[in-house]
Nanobody
């Protein structure tokens, strides 16, 4: 069992930065891949980024490539999403998720989800 808690969301102006954190309970987190997704009301959950359990492999949605960076610190059971050059269209609730097998853009790959943190980017 893995429990995930996101933090770090908030209100920021366009062009600004935020760093989201995803704190995990349970040592098994270190053997799980991790992903970040986002969702706005009325739309499907959208893939943002993913990282392998060892942190050696990452993948990004085209919409955030070059602006967002996913990372993890297994010693601290924590994952991160550094978001730079934020745009109003990045406004959403951001969720972290853990996958026991491979990671990718399909939400069905992930077994555990956090409660989400709101990110609002003003123009």
């Amino acid at each position: 069992q893995v429990q995930l808690v996101e933090s770090g969301g908030g209100l920021v102006q366009a062009g600004g930065s935020l760093r989201l954190s995803c704190a995990a309970s349970g040592r098994t987190f270190t053997s799980y891949g991790m992903g970040w997704f986002r969702q706005v009301p009325g739309k499907e959950r959208e893939f943002v980024a993913a990282i392998s359990w060892r942190g050696s492999s990452t993948t990004y949605a085209d919409s955030v490539k070059g602006r967002f960076t996913i990372s993890r610190d297994n010693a601290r059971y924590t994952g991160y999403l550094q978001m730079n050059s934020l745009k109003p269209e990045d406004t959403a609730v951001y969720y972290c998720a853990a996958a026991a097998a491979r990671v990718g853009g399909n939400p069905s790959l992930y077994s555990y989800w956090g409660q989400g943190t709101q990110v609002t980017v003003s123009s």
